[in-house]
């Protein structure tokens, strides 16, 4: 995917992109290629495969929701940044929030953020089940994006969803995934009311965007420790 393809594609999901934030994400492939040499951000480094499957692919999520309509977001297990700095880039408006458990990678997200001149965003470097243990019910939206199988992810991101908003993984094919998350559903208090399934552009992979609302609160004893949430998932 080329910058012009970037751009067309982009105004087929309603984003449109302006200089600046082209530059932004120019400065951001840059930064990622220097430092994926000193450690593993990310497999794919050719520039075309980066715009589609990290930069295009981040930022499908609009798809599903309308980005300019919200004002909190939290990425857990962000890694290099995908979705969450990709989103913070192409909507500033929004609180971004970045939670990973590995401080190198949060320190790469800082020089990118400091690099870019990025205000209104946040690293955590913490494990998403201590973070969810005291932050309850915070964020507009709460995505993530390969981090882990459904009914572990939802034990993990309900709890700092608000009541009556979202949170938004994107995936590949879930097809075996869905059929497990019906007891994470009843226990966290949510449900699903929106999945999107497509193909990405050019490569056409099986790309699936899910939209579980919250109902309620979630209860205290939720997120659990890894250790018991990896014996007995929901």
């Known amino acids: 995917m080329n910058i012009n393809d970037f751009i067309e594609n982009l105004k087929k999901i309603n984003i449109d992109i302006n200089e600046n934030q082209l530059s932004q ?3 951001y492939y ?5 430092y994926n040499e000193k450690m593993n951000l990310t497999g794919i480094t050719e520039k075309e495969q980066v715009y589609l499957k990290h930069f295009y692919d981040s930022l499908t999520i609009n798809k599903i929701i309308d980005l300019n309509a919200i004002e909190s977001l939290c990425d857990v297990g962000t890694g290099a940044g995908f979705p969450g700095l990709v989103i913070k880039i192409l909507f500033p408006k929004i609180n971004v929030t970045l939670v990973d458990s590995l401080n190198k990678r949060i320190d790469f997200l800082n020089t990118v953020i400091s690099e870019l001149n990025l205000v209104g965003i946040n690293t ?5 089940e201590e973070f969810g243990k005291n932050t309850r019910e915070k964020y507009d939206v709460v995505t993530a994006r390969a981090v882990a199988s459904l009914n572990i992810l939802l034990e ?3 709890p700092i969803v608000k009541i009556g908003k979202y949170f938004i993984p994107l995936k590949a094919d879930i097809s075996r ?3 497990e998350i019906n007891q994470a559903k009843k226990e966290l208090n949510c449900e699903l009311v929106d999945k999107l399934e497509f193909l990405l552009p050019y490569e056409n992979s099986i790309r699936t965007i899910l939209k579980f609302k919250k109902i309620n609160k979630t209860p205290k ?3 659990r420790q890894y250790s018991q949430i990896k014996k007995k998932p929901l």
């Not at 955590?124 to 998403?128: K, W």
């Open 30 to 34: 840059n930064l990622l290629v220097e």
């Open 221 to 223: 004893k939720y997120p």
């Open 177 to 179: 995934e869905i059929l």
């Open 25 to 27: 994400l120019e400065k």
């Open 124 to 128: 955590l470097h913490e494990r998403i």
């Open 156 to 158: 993990y991101c309900l």
